[in-house]
C-alpha cells in the first residue's frame, strides 16, 4: 500500500508562482516514476508533468516553460514549481506515484494523493 499527500495549493494572482510538495510512502517503487496531474471544474484529469526514475522529464505543452518538476528519490517526494501562473491553472492538482515513463510520455500509476487546490484569481 502507498500512502500520497500533497501540499502547497492555495490562492496566487496571476503571474505569481506556487510550490506543489508530494510526500510518498510504503511500497514505492524505486524504478517507478511520478507525476502530477491537474482536473479543473468541469473537465477530465489531465497530466502536467512526469519524472522518471533517472530524472526524465515530461511536460504537457501548456505548462512548457512555466512548471519545474523535481524529486528526491531518497526521501520519495516530489515537487512541482509552477510560475507565470495563468487563469487557466486553476485545478486540483494530484499527485500520481509508481506510474511509468515511456517514449518521454508519463503513464500514470495506482496510486494517487488526495488532491491540492490550486486558484489563481486575475
Known amino acids: 500500500q502507498v500512502h500520497v499527500v500533497e501540499s502547497g495549493g492555495g490562492l496566487v494572482q496571476a503571474g505569481g508562482s506556487l510550490r506543489l510538495s508530494c510526500a510518498a510512502s510504503g511500497r514505492v517503487l524505486n524504478n517507478g516514476a511520478m507525476g502530477w496531474f491537474r482536473q479543473a471544474p468541469g473537465k477530465e484529469r489531465e497530466s502536467v508533468a512526469g519524472?522518471?526514475?533517472?530524472?526524465?522529464?515530461y511536460y504537457a505543452e501548456s505548462v512548457k516553460g512555466r512548471f519545474t518538476i523535481s524529486r528526491d528519490f531518497a526521501k520519495n517526494t516530489l515537487s512541482l514549481q509552477m510560475n507565470s501562473l495563468k487563469l487557466e491553472d486553476t485545478a486540483v492538482y494530484y499527485c500520481?506515484?509508481?506510474?511509468?515513463?515511456?517514449?518521454?510520455?508519463?503513464?500514470?500509476?495506482?496510486?494517487w494523493g488526495q488532491g491540492t487546490q490550486v486558484t489563481v484569481s486575475s
Open positions: 500520481n506515484v509508481n506510474g511509468r515513463f515511456y517514449n518521454g510520455m508519463y503513464y500514470s500509476g495506482p496510486d
Open positions: 519524472i522518471s526514475w533517472i530524472g526524465s522529464t
